[in-house]
């Protein structure tokens, strides 16, 4: 082939490739990797309404059983679970066998079991749905209806990494008094005509309970992952210090990023763009307290960081605190996966998915409308920081190709 001809081949090429990386930039389905995830857009859509009262009739299987194994070194649950509306039934409906404090943490729970032997967390109610949390970004207690609907936000990002939670009413008297350990037991009391209980914890103080109404206490349950898959807490790069004046590096260091990227498990693998990912998750819910992180042991820098613990979300719908997406615009980089999914979610398309998947939960409405909303608003910030990037260094070094399939033990 002659220098003239390959020359036009050559900027043919060129031409291909820059018209594909336009069409991500806009969201469009040009590449081959662009029409995958649009399926994958299009089965979470489909799959998006659970069935109340749903039962597992076409196996002998527990709902337990089906749910670890669904557990994977990069999903809790996979793309397609026909089965997920009976599991979260099960976990909302299943009677209780033993309730006892809940492992160490900061925050109230109770580590509950159901029928069957599955452990589950639960967290209690303790704000009405319309209450705005001041103060700092990470202020207040948990909240138990964001756990709800982060969860679902993880399967509508598709990124399939929290582990299952649904929202329950549990009766004080009847289903957890009669099989509470003493320890449990003696943090019960009463407030009026509420039963309330204040458990152990760190920050649990007999004079702040959570109270029932009545008997009646609205909660959360998270699913306990298999212990065959035992967690490692790691330091998360962009914590806060949590002490007034005192400054992280990342909070004064534009080029903190740089220092993250030498740093194993951050210098290969996943574990940097799952990190940008989580980033992103958690501006979208307001989640500014990820000081630590989980994933699976032993796991080489592979395994998923898990979307653990996000209850400290949803508490300030107005507050858009854009220094949790420091990951995003200080590394400048996000997957082509991920990037696609926000395109695909915009123009209100994020809410309405949401309204979708929350109408199924017993403790329905999840969230006031104002968060809602808040979720449309942030991911337009989100979409506005990538564009920014893809604007000051291009989009070959922002819009990462990595799709990293593992198969399961």
């Known amino acids: 082939m002659?220098?003239?001809?390959?020359?036009?081949?050559?900027?043919?090429?060129?031409?291909?490739?820059?018209?594909?990386?336009?069409?991500?930039?806009?969201?469009?389905?040009?590449?081959?990797a662009s029409r995958r995830d649009v399926r994958a857009f299009r089965k979470m859509e489909a799959s998006l309404s659970l069935p109340r009262g749903a039962r597992l009739t076409h196996t002998l299987q527990s709902p337990w059983e089906i749910a670890s194994q669904w557990v994977g070194p990069r999903e809790v649950y996979p793309e397609e679970t026909p089965e997920l509306a009976a599991v979260l039934t099960a976990m909302s409906t299943a009677r209780i066998e033993r309730a006892d404090v809940g492992y160490k943490g900061t925050q109230l729970k109770a580590l509950l079991v159901l029928d069957g032997g599955q452990k589950v967390v639960f967290k209690p109610k303790r704000y009405n749905r319309d209450y705005v949390v001041e103060g700092e970004p990470y202020a207040?207690?948990?909240r138990h209806n964001a756990e709800v609907a982060a969860f679902h936000l993880d399967r509508i990002l598709g990124f399939r990494r929290?582990?299952?939670?649904?929202?329950?009413?549990v009766n004080l008297r009847?289903?957890?008094?009669?099989?509470?350990?003493?320890?449990?037991?003696?943090?019960?009391?009463?407030?009026g005509n509420n039963t309330c209980f204040?458990?152990?914890?760190?920050?649990?103080?007999?004079?702040?309970?959570?109270?029932?109404?009545?008997?009646?206490?609205?909660?959360s349950v998270t699913l306990w992952l298999p212990d065959v898959w035992p967690l490692q807490k790691h330091r998360h790069p962009w914590g806060r210090t949590y002490r007034e004046g005192k400054l992280a590096r990342w909070e004064y260091d534009e080029s903190y990023c740089d220092a993250v990227k030498k740093m194993p498990p951050y210098d290969a693998g996943p574990r940097l763009l799952d990190v940008i990912d989580t980033a992103v998750f958690d501006y979208l819910i307001g989640n500014a307290d990820?000081?630590?992180?989980?994933?699976?042991?032993?796991?080489?820098?592979?395994?998923?960081?898990?979307?653990?613990?996000n209850a400290k979300s949803f508490g300030n719908a107005a507050l858009d605190e854009r220094s949790?997406?420091?990951?995003?615009?200080?590394?400048?980089?996000i997957r082509v996966s991920t990037w696609n999914r926000l395109n695909f979610l915009k123009g209100g398309a994020l809410s309405s998915a949401m309204r979708q998947a929350l109408a199924f939960d017993p403790i329905h409405p999840v969230l006031a409308e104002p968060h809602l909303a808040a979720l449309d608003r942030r991911l337009s910030g989100v979409i506005a920081t990538v564009?920014?990037?893809?604007?000051?260094?291009?989009p070959d070094n922002t819009l990462i190709e990595d799709r990293m399939n593992l198969p399961h033990p």
Not at 180 to 187: K, R
Not at 387 to 394: H, M, P, S, Y
């Open 174 to 191: 009847t289903e957890i008094k009669p099989v509470a350990t003493d320890q449990l037991l003696s943090t019960f009391l009463s407030q």
């Open 290 to 309: 990820r000081h630590h992180y989980e994933s699976f042991q032993d796991d080489g820098g592979a395994s998923m960081l898990i979307l653990l613990d």
């Open 387 to 394: 564009k920014q990037c893809v604007e000051a260094q291009g």
């Open 198 to 219: 204040y458990g152990k914890c760190y920050y649990c103080r007999e004079t702040e309970p959570a109270c029932a109404e009545g008997e009646v206490m609205e909660g």
């Open 324 to 333: 949790i997406l420091a990951p995003l615009y200080q590394c400048c980089m």
């Open 2 to 32: 002659k220098l003239k001809q390959r020359m036009v081949v050559l900027c043919a090429v060129l031409l291909l490739l820059g018209l594909a990386k336009i069409f991500l930039l806009d969201g469009g389905e040009g590449s081959a």
């Open 162 to 169: 929290a582990p299952l939670v649904v929202g329950r009413h």
């Open 140 to 142: 207040g207690y948990d």
